[in-house]
């Protein structure tokens, strides 16, 4: 009977043995294993201790997958048993027995190594994101050297100066990016653009101001009346501010302009190197989280064991990405350029393509492969950073290494008072 079962058992047992430890799959039947310990068999008893040993994980109902150990201490105990087994082995032609300790035995093998979990597209993912942080370091770089040509460019000014009058000093434009872009030029130049900058904020302020007047005067309660006329105070105000500060930077000569370019100017160098340093940082940071991340990727066969549901997510979570990428990039390819078909009377047909008419289409197909990209990259470098930070902290034990430390840096201040006090006797 039990060489019957042996056969039908192991029919069931997976060809994939990798897959089925993973998955928790066994090559018998746990409740057919506690009926032949209840029975008149002449291994019942080792069929006892073969059921306990499937039996010490908590929880054991009758779901294959609670025959894996969770822990050490599960492992020594479930191998304990197995031993007990197969040393209370009595009928030696039992070979469902023997198919059942070869099986356990392979399990406890299995649970008591460590195993490479590396999750290769999350590490592909990183990758392309260190490539992509290098190349931007690359452009912080050359907006540094920018910034840095602006500033020596104002420390060579050569010493001139203008003032201009109110009434005739442009009141429109855009006179911010001009001042970024061509202030440095000259003093003459810096101080224009300056002034211009004051003189439309002031005008779009007090535009302002006059606005939330006109609605205060058509306002039906006094209540709304009195925030409105708050708010034109207020903007009247912060316009006044900016002809004080037109009045100031107008009066001001050749080297209190320069000071002031160069205060400007060099404040946006400092956040140039800053933006560059961090940068520079978060790239150096994932490429050394790489290797971190691999030797983290070795647990044990119970820690797989007992985070497989975790596992098992988290690699969900890194398939989706891709899929959801993959998507966009699909979508970003698909999307059709806008073609101009003209035909002409004698059958010619000439096929013309404007980029100002495929602007929008464009916009769209870079916004869609940007988005593709930055998921996998973001997704991809927060899982290595709580996988390492996971792996690190169940898959190694840091008690002895931590004690020790703790021990030389004890010795080494032991030592240390002990030198000053001989050297105070």
């Known amino acids: 009977m039990a060489e019957k079962q042996n056969q039908q058992e192991n029919s069931k047992t997976p060809k994939n043995k990798k897959k089925a430890r993973r998955e928790g799959l066994v090559g018998f039947d746990i409740q057919e294993v506690k009926r032949l310990s209840e029975s008149d068999e002449p291994n019942a008893e080792a ?34 048993l197995v031993d ?41 993912g990183v990758i392309l994101t260190v490539i992509f942080l290098s190349w931007r370091v690359d452009k912080k770089q050359e907006d540094v050297e920018d910034r840095q040509a602006v500033v020596a460019a104002v420390e060579n000014w050569e010493e001139a100066d203008t ?11 855009d006179a911010g990016f001009e001042l970024a872009k061509y202030g440095h030029q000259g003093p003459v130049m810096y101080k224009y653009l300056t002034l211009c900058d004051k003189k439309i904020s002031y005008t779009r302020y007090m535009k302002s101001s006059e606005e939330y007047a006109a609605k205060a005067d058509t306002a039906r309660s006094k209540e709304t009346r009195r925030s409105l006329e708050k708010q034109s105070k207020e903007y009247a105000s912060a316009a006044e501010d900016y002809r004080k500060e037109f009045d100031e930077i107008n009066a001001m000569g050749f080297k209190k302009i320069q000071k002031m370019a160069l205060d400007e100017y060099g404040s946006w160098l ?18 050394l989280l790489i290797p971190v991340y691999i030797f983290s990727q070795r647990p044990y066969g119970y820690t797989i064991t007992r985070t497989r549901a975790e596992s098992s997510t ?31 009377r ?3 047909v000439e096929r013309t393509y404007d980029a100002g008419t495929n602007a929008p289409v464009i916009a769209m197909k870079v916004a869609l492969y940007i988005a593709a990209f930055a998921l996998v990259c973001i997704v991809s470098c927060l899982l290595m950073l709580y996988l390492t930070i996971q792996g690190l902290r169940r898959n ?21 008072k002990t030198n000053s006090n001989n050297n105070n006797v």
């Open 84 to 124: 007990k087994a197969d040393k209370a082995i009595i009928d030696e032609s039992d070979t469902y027995i023997k198919c059942c300790l070869i099986d356990l035995e392979d399990i406890l093998d299995w649970s008591g190594r460590r195993h490479w979990t590396i999750m290769w597209p999350v590490i592909i």
């Open 346 to 348: 004698g059958g010619r």
């Open 47 to 80: 069929y006892g201790y073969l059921y306990q040993a499937v039996s010490t994980s908590p929880g054991t109902k009758s779901d294959i997958d609670d025959v894996y150990p969770e822990s050490a201490e599960e492992t020594a105990r479930m191998r304990e």
């Open 314 to 344: 988290l690699k969900g979570i890194s398939k989706w990405t891709y899929a959801v990428s993959a998507m966009l990039a699909g979508s970003a390819l698909s999307i059709p350029y806008i073609v101009t078909i003209i035909k002409y």
């Open 163 to 173: 003032v201009l009058v109110w009434e005739s000093t442009p009141d429109q434009g």
């Open 270 to 287: 400092k956040s140039s190197k800053a933006d560059k340093r961090a940068v520079r940082a978060w790239n150096i940071f994932f490429i």
């Open 396 to 416: 190694y034990n840091w008690a002895p290494l931590l004690s020790k430390v703790r021990g030389t840096v004890s010795s080494g201040i032991d030592k240390m």
